[in-house]
């Protein structure tokens, strides 16, 4: 699929997959990176909690099998980062979610731009 070349292909991403906005299908994947239907209900409630600060502020998140300490969470976004340096960038659009898996050469400001370039061009087109 054309958005997940453009993000792997920018070497700011070395995973990624797209679902809907409701998590319960999905529409594309890297090779081998999945997300369970648990971490996904998980991630959904997240963009749907209203409470300051957000629960999975302080329980952090699932993907792939991998426990992320949760850096930010907002609306539209979560971000997560593991011991180390990888992380995890989660973007919501009106039909999407992007779930994006940066490795340990990139730093997450870099990884997080480039997801929230591409959300933003996906809102624009009506996604």
């Not at 090779?31 to 963009?47: M, N, Q, R, S």
């Amino acid at each position: 699929m054309l958005t997940l070349e453009s993000l792997v292909g920018t070497g700011n991403i070395d995973k990624a997959a797209i679902f809907s906005a409701a998590g319960d299908s999905k529409w594309a994947s890297s090779t081998g990176f999945e997300a369970g239907a648990d971490e996904l209900k998980a991630i959904v409630a997240a963009f749907k909690d209203t409470s300051d600060p957000k629960n999975i502020q302080s329980t952090g998140f699932h993907v792939a099998g991998e426990k992320y300490i949760t850096i930010k969470a907002d609306e539209r976004s979560l971000y997560g980062m593991k011991v180390g340096k990888t992380g995890v960038i989660v973007v919501k659009t009106a039909q999407s979610i992007l779930v994006c898996h940066y490795p340990e050469t990139v730093q997450a400001p870099q990884a997080a731009t480039t997801v929230e370039q591409l959300a933003d061009y996906l809102l624009g087109v009506g996604y």
